[in-house]
């Protein structure tokens, strides 16, 4: 992606259903890195973030860069109230008109913003510099519920009831997006930042980089940082040793990175998807990223009005403010929050595969089982059928099979470990 200082070209970016305003020419990989978090199961536990720390980021200069996090919303961030501080910048630029008109985003996206903002420096991505102290507290505000507005010590009231909770908080994990339309490769003056055109996974060429930290300062998503003892930047590299399939345990096959491989509450599901000619995910019905996204449309990417076409996607947890989710989500927050609460047959089975084996499966097939078990879910019929699933590599190997019913087992009478 290489593009002249300064000449913005029109690419279209399907999040948001319209032409934008970009700082180079389109170009796009064959293959993108792609992710599925199901946000209703994820714990907390930051399982993924030591994964991901004791992996890549664990020497001097390092002590504040974790390119995964998971904060808790709506008050937690890392770096602190990124997403509050962006949204605001926004809306100063365009004041009132940050808004959808159905699926189409009619605001300003940060490129576009980035021309309208009044004083300072010119910059070509709308941004910010987040100072040392919003960097030092990763999980500031952890499990920090909101109430009902005004009312005191009110945090048991009224809180447990489906569709929406009023007293509520969730669990957000994040890493960098690998970007289709990266603001980072935007802003750097070095062209020190590369998009991979086999997988899409955004890379700083560190022999570039001078430290300027434009890509910090432009990352919606805050992904992009500056290692001080080095003075050069570095960000989540998609463990791209493992999608290469150099770890030895998949003999040369695509294999999902750290923080996935390492998900306790099972919410990650990560992949692939083709890419065609125009940019557009070209049609692969059995993919589960594809289906989930594309097909099921159950699965959102995160603040998509920023303009970076995201590859991360994030099933919405279903008892949060439905206001709060649509800022965050998009419009199509009502819709996934129903095709996952009463999941059709496929949708299940899909399901299922979140964190089943720790190679990319390109593609599944569903055998049919019998019905199990069938009951209503706020009025709407909902059976459950125990299909098995199947889950096959890039070369079409078998790599899983699972059932819908979870197994269960009974354990002996005498345990090894029993006193
Ligand atoms: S999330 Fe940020 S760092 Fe990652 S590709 Fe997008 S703009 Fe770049
Ligand atoms: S390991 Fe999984 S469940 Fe635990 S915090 Fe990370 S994403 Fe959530």
Known sequence: MAGEKGVMSQVFNWQINRKMEYPHEEHHPDRQFAFVFNLNRCIGCQTCTMACKSTWTFSKGQEYMWWNNVETKPYGGYPQFWDVK??????????????????????KTIFEAAKTKAGAEPQRVLGYLPTDEEWRFPNIYEDTAVGPKGKEGSYVDDGTSLPEHKTWFFYLARLCNHCTYPACLAACPRN???????????LVDQSRCRGYRKCVEACPYKKAMYRPSTRVTEKCIGCYPRIEGKDPETQGRPMETRCMAACIGQIRLQGLVQIASDGQWAEDRYNPIYYLVKVAKVALPLYPQFGTEPNGYYIPPRWVSRDFLKQMFGPGVDHAIEAYRNPDRELL?????????????????????????????????????????????????????TKVEEPFYVRPDIHQNSI
């Open 349 to 401: 089975a899909v399901l299922q595969m979140f964190r089943k084996t720790n190679q990319i499966i390109f593609r599944y097939q569903i055998e049919p089982g019998p019905k199990i078990y069938e009951t209503e879910i706020q009025g709407k019929p909902f059976a459950l059928y125990d299909d098995t699933i199947n889950g096959f590599d890039r070369d079409g190997r078998k790599i899983v099979s």
């Open 192 to 202: 020190a930042i590369y998009k991979r055109p086999e997988d899409g996974i955004v």
């Open 86 to 107: 962006l949204l605001k910048l926004l809306e100063e630029t365009n004041p009132g008109a940050q808004k959808w008109k159905g699926d189409v985003f009619d605001g």
